[in-house]
T-cell receptor, first 111, second 113 residues
């Protein structure tokens, strides 16, 4: 089955700092790749996705590029805000029904 | 609003009790899921139903039993609750499998005392 290695947190940044959260995966074939975000006390929300190699997913200033050669999907944002404080999960899709999530990375952004 | 909705949001109960969590989606999706999130935020799939048929049944104690009366509903019944069952349980739905992503409910925080 699929597996995900995600950068361990917690990550603490100051507002307007640059963010990278690393994610590498193993999967059969060429799955779609997802980043989900979980704000405190809420469920997971889809943040962005990419469906094929070299695609770039983007949303709310976050970006991630599907790198088939390195099986990676690193999440980046150029200037984080306090409101970005949340837990971020990387997940490869696949031809079956099961999304396998990384362990989650807690991001705290201080003013 | 189109969504995945779970009830209750919070559930506090004593060890040994039996409880149910309900989930409904109005997105027209064919597949529904239950995930368990532990205190370290780790998410583990428990069950999945596709058009009312069980398709994923991970290593979960027999005390947990899912029921899907129709493709818009997936309920989770837990017998003889134990302290270790305390967690947040998330329902999710998807159309045509994992490559299309999931839509999650807001979770049910279960506390067993």
């Amino acid at each position: 089955g699929n597996s995900v290695t995600q950068m361990e947190g917690p990550v603490t940044l100051s507002e307007e700092a640059f963010l990278t959260i690393n994610c590498t995966y193993t999967a059969t074939g060429y799955p779609s790749l997802f980043w989900y975000v979980q704000y405190p006390g809420e469920g997971l929300q889809l943040l962005l996705k990419a469906t094929k190699a070299d695609d770039k997913g983007s949303n709310k200033g976050f970006e991630a590029t599907y790198r088939k050669e390195t099986t990676s999907f690193h999440l980046e944002k150029g200037s984080v805000q306090v409101s970005d404080s949340a837990v971020y999960f990387c997940a490869p899709g696949g031809s079956n029904y099961k999304l396998t999530f990384g362990k989650g990375t807690l991001l705290t952004v201080n003013p | 609003d189109t969504a995945v909705s779970q009830t209750p949001k919070y559930l506090v109960t004593q060890m040994g009790n039996d409880k149910s969590i309900k989930c409904e989606q109005n997105l027209g999706h064919d597949t529904m899921y239950w995930y368990k999130q532990d205190s370290k935020k780790f998410l583990k799939i428990m069950f999945s139903y596709n058009n009312k048929e069980l398709i994923i049944n991970e290593t979960v104690p027999n005390r947990f039993s899912p029921k899907s009366p129709d493709k818009a509903h997936l309920n989770l019944h837990i017998n003889s609750l134990e302290l270790g069952d305390s967690a947040v349980y998330f329902c999710a739905s998807s159309q045509e499998g994992a490559n299309y992503g999931y839509t999650f409910g807001s979770g049910t925080r279960l506390t067993v005392v």
